[in-house]
């Protein structure tokens, strides 16, 4: 199983999105994040993957872990994932070749139908406040959300 990162900017009761422009997840709103290299930690790799994907700069002070999300296709698993919310940092985001220009949206209005069939079980338990460990089983190609199953941490 790859180990990732998933980093969501929270700012006065909005967090940003942006558009995933290519390779997996491409077409499809997401937070900033991506593969965990040999050698990082998740919070060394969240690091790296704001600064390449939206140009801002953060500590792993400003990372507040709150859950981890293992993904599967169909029972393979895919993904270890780690999910920071990030409520402090420096620069502004921007536009990468890999992500376009975040939009801001209240937490209680996400567009989940433009995001990951996954994310519409365990955001909204994140959004409010919890912190989980799941687990997010696709049907086989990753098209269809087959079931969620998590604890509260």
Same mark, same amino acid.
């Given at each position: &199983?790859?180990?990732? =990162? @998933?980093?969501?900017?929270v700012k006065d009761g909005?967090?940003?999105?942006? &558009?995933? /422009?290519? #390779?997996?997840?491409?077409?499809?709103?997401?937070? !900033?994040?991506? /593969?965990?290299? $040999?050698?990082?930690? *998740?919070?060394?790799?969240?690091?790296?993957?704001?600064?390449?994907?939206?140009? @801002? =700069?953060?500590?792993?002070?400003?990372?507040?872990?709150?859950?981890? @999300?293992?993904?599967?296709?169909?029972?393979? *698993?895919?993904?270890?994932?780690?999910?920071?919310?990030?409520?402090? %940092?420096?620069?502004?985001?921007? +536009?990468?070749? $890999?992500?376009?220009?975040? +939009?801001?949206?209240?937490? $209680? #209005?996400? *567009?989940?139908?433009?995001? %990951?069939?996954?994310?519409?079980? %365990?955001?909204?338990?994140?959004?409010?406040? $919890?912190? @989980?460990?799941?687990?997010?089983? !696709?049907?086989?190609?990753?098209?269809?959300?087959?079931?969620?199953?998590?604890?509260?941490?």
């Amino acid at each position: &199983m790859k180990l990732a =990162t @998933i980093c969501f900017l929270v700012k006065d009761g909005k967090v940003a999105l942006s &558009m995933k /422009k290519k #390779s997996f997840g491409k077409g499809f709103l997401n937070g !900033y994040g991506g /593969k965990v290299q $040999e050698g990082e930690t *998740p919070e060394q790799g969240a690091i790296r993957e704001l600064s390449e994907e939206c140009g @801002i =700069t953060v500590s792993s002070t400003d990372l507040e872990k709150v859950a981890v @999300i293992d993904f599967f296709d169909g029972e393979k *698993p895919v993904f270890k994932c780690h999910v920071f919310f990030v409520v402090s %940092w420096q620069g502004n985001p921007i +536009e990468s070749d $890999e992500m376009s220009l975040p +939009e801001w949206f209240d937490r $209680e #209005s996400v *567009p989940y139908d433009k995001m %990951w069939k996954a994310d519409r079980a %365990w955001l909204p338990l994140v959004f409010s406040g $919890e912190k @989980i460990r799941g687990n997010a089983y !696709y049907k086989l190609g990753m098209n269809e959300m087959d079931r969620f199953e998590y604890e509260s941490l």
